[in-house]
């Protein structure tokens, strides 16, 4: 059945192609009897127009384009809603991709999202999983598409674009700092892949924190996984059954907390009795059940109307330089750590006794 296209549409009316989309795109200059023809037409005929025609048609697109590594994710999924409810405010037309981590799906996206003719662009690369080359072609189309792009969570300097970064190097660095000033010398640490930076930089902090406290780092210690739960766990119980086990643990973000605090529950050990924790992210279910434990968030909401801040000051003025907003974390303690922190300087206290940067 041939589909039916805006020439059928303008054809039948007995009107121009012109006055068909003015009428699709709400324009004013169509007088009430034409308007009310054209659409008894397009309704009888269910006739859609298409998105990628309808964004070469308009000088500005209203559709912007989401790239995500991991859409099942807790961290990423409240990114993508507080995105979602702001082009919404906007009357934007978001339209989202789930790389999985996958590089060559980073291109394939950027590729649809060039074709489509978005109008901007939020993008948390997965291109360090891929070899240097993909890299090479996700700049490129970027290049191409020549829109308003600003990156969230994971930089990669190569692409010289706008961003919304956290510290993960200073989160390592401090989160294992207060478990030595707690006491421990024996601290393990499970990680994502280090081919991430942002795995990269909360183990360079983990690192650095030992070297200030002339510790060594047990590389027995030091378990890479890939930010997942299942993952942190096979390798969480590998680490609870050394034979000198690790007084304390850093997890580097949420779903890898969850994992260790699984083989912990198997083990049947509890925190802080036989061993203490700290853990980067928030867990949202333990906030729903109010579960305190023990880390340093990172504000989503915040994160993500940071980068829509940028890519809207972007979209209204092209010529603005590229701009990096660093997120500052905030330390969720109980009461014993959070005093060894704020005595030995690592962090500050709030009146309310919140811990904070």
Not at 204 to 225: I, N, Q, S, W
Not at 256 to 272: H, M, N
Request: aromatic share 6%.
């Amino acid at each position: 059945m041939k589909k039916t296209t805006i020439n059928d549409i303008a054809k039948e009316a007995g009107v121009s192609k012109a006055t068909v989309s003015r009428v699709l795109n709400h324009g004013e200059l169509v007088d009430e009897e034409t308007r009310n023809r054209v659409l008894d037409i397009i309704q009888k005929h269910r006739y859609s127009p298409s998105l990628v025609a309808r964004n070469l048609s308009n000088r500005a697109s209203n559709t912007i384009g989401i790239v995500i590594p991991e859409i099942d994710n807790a961290f990423y999924g409240k990114i993508l809603r507080t995105i979602v409810n702001i082009t919404d405010a906007e009357d934007l037309i978001p339209v989202c991709f789930d790389t999985g981590n996958n590089a060559e799906k980073d291109v394939r996206s950027l590729c649809v999202l060039r074709d489509l003719r978005v109008g901007g662009l939020i993008y948390a690369p997965s291109v360090e999983y891929g070899a240097a080359c993909v890299t090479k072609q996700a700049k490129q189309l970027l290049d191409d598409m020549g829109v308003p792009t600003v990156l969230i969570d994971r930089h990669v300097p190569d692409f010289q674009r706008s961003g919304v970064f956290f510290d993960g190097f200073d989160a390592g660095y401090r989160a294992t700092k207060i478990l030595i000033a707690a006491g421990h010398v024996n601290i393990g640490v499970v990680t994502g892949s280090l081919k991430l930076g942002i795995a990269r930089a909360r183990l360079d902090g983990y690192r650095k924190a030992h070297e200030e406290c002339g510790l060594p780092v047990r590389r027995a210690l030091v378990f890479e996984g890939d930010f997942t739960s299942e993952t942190a766990c096979l390798l969480s119980r590998e680490m609870l059954s050394l034979p000198e086990r690790p007084g304390a643990v850093l997890t580097c973000n949420n779903d890898t907390s969850l994992g260790f605090l699984q083989a912990l529950g198997e083990k049947k050990l509890k925190i802080p009795r036989d061993i203490e924790h700290v853990g980067i992210d928030e867990i949202d279910v333990f906030d729903d059940l109010h579960m305190r434990y023990n880390h340093i968030a990172r504000s989503r909401v915040e994160m993500a109307q940071a980068a829509m801040a940028l890519l809207l000051a972007q979209i209204r003025n092209p010529d603005a330089r590229p701009e990096n907003v660093w997120i500052a974390p905030r330390f969720v303690l109980d009461a014993r750590l959070e005093r060894v922190a704020v005595k030995h300087k690592i962090i500050a206290k709030t009146q309310k006794g919140a811990s904070r940067p």
